[in-house]
């Protein structure tokens, strides 16, 4: 293979995609902190806003360094096309106000992030737009669901606390088979862990506040897939304005650089500290991919390179429990976020799922002495003293 027709591996490219250069001959990518663009005359302006050309007008549509993250993110997913927004639920509510409208049917895990639900239950009918609930535990429930206008399946995988796993290259299938778009959360797993359009999913949403920036300093969202879907998502967006700041952009970009490195890391402790606290006796139970005894093993493995950050366990004792575990810990940090550098504890039943009823938090597989682990990037040890201690001294 001559040097032309060389294929860079995707880490590589990760960390050499930019915006080009200025005549400056900058080696980083500068910030484009502008609202807007200028034009040499106003024959090249009419030009652009006729949509003949493919320079900027204006940053709530495209950017010079959200473009550059768009690249990144779509080149590691292996999708044709994508757009950012200013977070992960804006992108999840310009993929479905984009593509569904009045009278269609929205079929999700009824396992996804507390938000998502929010977005599905009190909104989506507002617009006139019908949902189920699935458990991504029973899959063959799945097809019974599918209503001639069903227009989307929704998944997170893993879920968000549970850790719940489906076959994507299954349900891939079942929804070509049923012309039904399948718009996959890859939150958790990051393009570098799993990439679901190579598995059948036609879209991809992440919020790229957590692993890829990593260091849970910005909020961002990104939705890659078929360049169709990603138009319409573009064009709802240019008009509504969920649009991603310069200045997170640019963060965001410098982080993807390091993705491939820092998700390695991540995924090695969580699995080591999984593997630790197995039998524990402060615990019912502990999950995460990667462990042999999580219920969907053999699926995670096949379609994960890695189990992810993230791992989960059930304390003995509950809501209070967990509340007495929270306030035990020394090292690891109390907040809403998830994919820092630092480790994060959070008890979902009390913080992100509060407003889920308790029925609807045991049908998602919210149990009352949940606990949810991310798992950051200091010394493994020191964190499993950590939640150790921790655990012996609620107890």
């Known amino acids: 293979m001559s040097q032309d027709e060389y294929q860079y591996h995707p880490e590589t490219r990760a960390v050499r995609i930019r915006s080009e250069r200025t005549d400056n001959m900058e080696h980083s990518s500068p910030m484009y902190i502008t609202s807007s663009f200028t034009y040499p005359d106003a024959e090249r302006m009419r030009a652009t806003f006729a949509d003949e050309t493919d320079d900027y007008i204006y940053s709530r549509f495209s950017n010079p360094n959200v473009d550059e993250v768009i690249d990144k993110v779509a080149m590691l997913e292996g999708a044709p096309a994508g757009y950012a927004t200013a977070s992960g639920m804006s992108t999840i509510w310009a993929s479905f106000m984009a593509l569904l409208s009045a009278g269609d049917h929205l079929l999700a895990c009824r396992a996804i992030?507390?938000?998502?639900?929010?977005?599905?239950?009190?909104?989506?009918?507002?617009?006139?737009?019908?949902?189920?609930?699935?458990?991504?535990?029973?899959?063959?429930?799945?097809?019974?669901?599918?209503?001639?206008?069903?227009?989307?399946?929704?998944?997170?995988?893993?879920?968000?606390?549970?850790?719940?796993?489906?076959?994507?290259?299954?349900?891939?299938?079942?929804?070509?088979?049923?012309?039904?778009?399948?718009?996959?959360?890859?939150?958790?797993?990051?393009?570098?862990?799993q990439r679901p359009l190579a598995l059948g999913a036609h879209l991809?949403?992440?919020?790229?506040?957590?692993?890829?920036?990593?260091?849970?300093?910005?909020?961002?969202?990104?939705?890659?897939?078929?360049?169709?879907?990603?138009?319409?998502?573009?064009?709802?967006?240019?008009?509504?304005?969920?649009?991603?700041?310069?200045?997170?952009?640019?963060?965001?970009?410098?982080?993807?650089?390091?993705?491939?490195?820092?998700?390695?890391?991540?995924?090695?402790?969580?699995?080591?500290?999984?593997?630790?606290?197995?039998?524990?006796?402060?615990?019912?139970?502990?999950?995460?991919?990667?462990?042999?005894?999580?219920?969907?093993?053999?699926?995670?493995?096949?379609?994960?390179?890695?189990?992810?950050?993230?791992?989960?366990?059930?304390?003995?004792?509950?809501?209070?429990?967990?509340?007495?575990f929270l306030d035990s810990l020394q090292l690891l940090s109390l907040t809403a976020n998830l994919g820092d550098s630092r480790s994060i504890a959070s008890h979902p039943s009390s913080t992100t799922h509060a407003k889920l009823t308790e029925e609807e938090r045991l049908l998602a597989g919210i149990t009352p002495g949940l606990i949810r682990i991310s798992t950051g990037l200091e010394y493994p040890d020191d964190i499993l003293h950590d939640i150790v201690q921790a655990l012996d001294k609620s107890k």
């Open 113 to 193: 992030f507390g938000s998502t639900h929010t977005l599905i239950t009190k909104y989506l009918p507002k617009y006139g737009i019908q949902y189920d609930y699935f458990d991504i535990n029973d899959p063959t429930s799945i097809e019974a669901l599918i209503k001639p206008n069903t227009k989307m399946i929704f998944v997170e995988t893993p879920s968000n606390p549970g850790l719940d796993v489906i076959d994507l290259e299954w349900l891939g299938k079942l929804a070509r088979s049923h012309n039904v778009i399948l718009n996959v959360d890859n939150c958790f797993a990051t393009p570098i862990l």
């Open 204 to 324: 991809v949403t992440t919020s790229a506040t957590k692993w890829m920036d990593g260091q849970g300093r910005v909020l961002g969202g990104v939705v890659v897939g078929e360049p169709d879907l990603i138009k319409q998502i573009y064009t709802f967006c240019r008009s509504t304005g969920p649009s991603l700041s310069p200045f997170n952009a640019w963060v965001l970009s410098k982080s993807l650089e390091t993705l491939p490195v820092r998700m390695a890391r991540h995924s090695e402790s969580a699995l080591k500290l999984a593997t630790a606290l197995e039998g524990n006796p402060h615990l019912v139970w502990v999950k995460y991919p990667f462990l042999p005894s999580h219920p969907q093993y053999a699926i995670a493995k096949k379609q994960m390179s890695g189990g992810g950050g993230v791992f989960c366990f059930e304390l003995k004792g509950g809501v209070e429990q967990g509340r007495r």
